[in-house]
T-cell receptor, first 114, second 112 residues
Framework: NAGVMQNPRHLVRRRGQEARLRCSPMKGHSHVYWYRQLPEEGLKFMVYLQKENIIDESGMPKERFSAEFPKEGPSILRIQQVVRGDSAAYFC????????????FGPGTRLTVL | KQEVTQIPAALSVPEGENLVLNCSFTDSAIYNLQWFRQDPGKGLTSLLLIQSSQREQTSGRLNASLDKSSGRSTLYIAASQPGDSATYLCAAYGGSQGNLIFGKGTKLSVKP
């Protein structure tokens, strides 16, 4: 039973380019969460999705960031026109249910913006 | 707004010592509290999940307790080993926000 999968593990982009981060939840999990870990800071919630729905995006920056979890395929976190401040580790987690349920994390994607 | 604090930020102990990591949270209306381990450059490994109705959970040498009334959780590690060296994170779920709120972690170093 594979865990949460994220790819790529490392991503380098130049300022102004687009970054696409992918997350495949654990088998049987229909809830996906994205978190960001900035250097020397704790993990911060970004967005919570179920299949085809964004449930809570209160942690997402207002511009340039978007997320989706289509009916088929992985969840995608998309960052347009990246800036150096976007450099961070982006983690995806999944759970079977929302409330009272354990979240399992992927290995993360480390984004570096040059 | 839920805030999670972990003390100390860093801890260094000799091998074999028993130790306690502390976590406090401001909003006691949580559904559960989860402890994680993070190795450098790696993802998070879930260690223990304590539901709001529970007082503690145990897994091997690890024991986590939860006291909602005082807004505190502790992670007890018995007979520490060098392989326990990592950053330990606690995260509260629920209250007014339906997602995990993380502390900044305690970086543990166990010296052989």
């Amino acid at each position: 039973n594979a865990g949460v999968m994220q790819n790529p593990r490392h991503l380098v982009r130049r300022r102004g380019q687009e970054a696409r981060l992918r997350c495949s939840p654990m088998k049987g999990h229909s809830h996906v969460y994205w978190y960001r870990q900035l250097p020397e800071e704790g993990l911060k919630f970004m967005v919570y999705l179920q299949k085809e729905n964004i449930i809570d995006e209160s942690g997402m920056p207002k511009e340039r960031f978007s997320a989706e979890f289509p009916k088929e395929g992985p969840s995608i976190l998309r960052i347009q026109q990246v800036v150096r401040g976007d450099s961070a580790a982006y983690f995806c987690a999944s759970s079977r249910k929302q409330n009272q349920n354990e979240q399992f994390f992927g290995p993360g994607t480390r984004l570096t913006v040059l | 707004k839920q805030e999670v604090t972990q003390i100390p930020a860093a801890l260094s102990v000799p091998e074999g010592e028993n130790l306690v990591l502390n976590c406090s949270f401001t909003d006691s209306a949580i559904y559960n509290l989860q402890w994680f381990r993070q190795d450098p450059g790696k993802g998070l490994t879930s260690l223990l999940l304590i539901q709001s109705s529970q007082r503690e959970q145990t897994s091997g040498r690890l024991n986590a307790s939860l006291d909602k009334s005082s807004g505190r959780s502790t992670l007890y590690i018995a007979a520490s080993q060098p392989g326990d060296s990592a950053t330990y994170l606690c995260a509260a779920y629920g209250g007014s926000q339906g997602n995990l709120i993380f502390g900044k972690g305690t970086k543990l170093s166990v010296k052989p």
